[in-house]
């Protein structure tokens, strides 16, 4: 059980392969200054690994070499092994790091990547949802109300969707059944329900419907109005999906039509439907779209900044104090 290798730092260091190994992955914030760019040092070093380990690394690493950034679940779907799945939870710290917060909330990304350095890297950000299988039922059975929060397996039913090779897609979000109920993350590139695909790569998008700059708190490269229709899109035909319906594109429509961007709570006013004209449903999806928004603490800052410019202008002042609003948010 005990055996002799290479450290990083260059020395030989003896180990015991027998001892349980602690999960160090690294878990960084989302305003990080730099990156990880490999393994935390006090791991075990790769050479001292078993071959079970080291081939569930290379299958990582060749993983990401089709892609830069990865769910969990996204990783374990194409994974061919019961010995590769098992080891995956020990094998991630030594091919990626986790942001713990942010527009890549609990995304595995490759040393050395930064996703807030270009655009190109906005189809790994990820959407979380916090659903129960139990919301379903009670749909279903006409009583309760929602619970947002994170499902227990006890209470999760899961359902597999193979696809080619026989690797599950359970991870890939179609909008269709058979829906697997084992996740509650996706990345916005694993979206393919076609009305959502369309609101986050829209056709006719101009220059203008990405954001300039990332912001790294809560939208990453996408506008606040066309994030917050398709969480709210996405949520609901989740919901649907889970009491067992497919979801109709039509009800959406009037959602989709929402504006891309808000930019003050002036234009909340493009951002509210007729009742007259909306259904109940819609009026409700409008108002969550609204608060989503709201919600972001960059929308926070930039209101509370707005505030006090009116004040400090009512008084006079030629000149605003405090935080300054992130440029194009």
């Not at 996204?74 to 019961?82: E, K, M, Q, S, W």
């Amino acid at each position: 059980t005990v055996k002799q290798a290479i450290g990083r730092s260059g020395q030989l260091e003896t180990v015991n392969t027998q001892t349980a190994n602690k999960i160090r992955t690294y878990l960084v914030p989302y305003d990080i200054p730099q990156v990880p760019t490999e393994p935390r040092p006090d791991m075990l070093p790769i050479s001292a690994l078993d071959a079970g380990m080291l081939r569930t690394i290379a299958t990582l690493n060749a993983l990401y070499e089709k892609q830069p950034a990865w769910t969990r679940r996204g990783l374990r779907n194409n994974l061919t092994t019961d010995e590769e799945r098992l080891n995956l939870r020990h094998a991630i710290p030594y091919v990626g790091y986790i942001f713990r917060s942010g527009p890549w909330r609990d995304a595995i990304i490759k040393f050395g990547l930064d996703p807030r350095t270009s655009p190109e890297y906005r189809h790994y950000q990820t959407f979380m949802f916090r659903l129960l299988a139990r919301e379903a039922e009670l749909a279903r059975d006409g009583g309760g109300g929602r619970r947002h929060t994170v499902p227990r397996p006890s209470e999760m039913r899961v359902v597999e969707d193979e696809g080619a090779g026989g690797l599950s897609t359970g991870h890939i979000f179609t909008g269709k059944l058979p829906f697997a109920h084992d996740g509650r993350i996706w990345m916005v590139g694993e979206i393919e329900d076609a009305q959502l695909r369309a609101c986050l790569y829209p056709p006719d998008a101009g220059p203008g419907f990405l954001r300039s700059e990332c912001d790294i708190v809560t939208d990453g490269w996408f506008r606040n109005g066309a994030l917050a229709k398709a969480k709210t899109i996405m949520r609901n035909k989740i919901q649907a999906l889970m009491e067992g319906r497919e979801p109709v594109d039509e009800d959406y429509t009037k959602i989709m039509r929402l504006p891309d961007h808000a930019q003050s709570e002036t234009d909340f006013s493009l951002f509210t439907l007729d009742p007259q004209t909306a259904s109940p449903k819609e009026i409700s999806l409008a108002t969550e779209v609204r608060a989503i928004i709201r919600s972001s603490p960059v929308w926070r800052d930039l209101t509370a900044n707005a505030g006090l410019a009116r004040r400090e202008a009512g008084e006079g002042r030629g000149r605003v104090k405090g935080k300054q609003a992130v440029k194009g948010k």
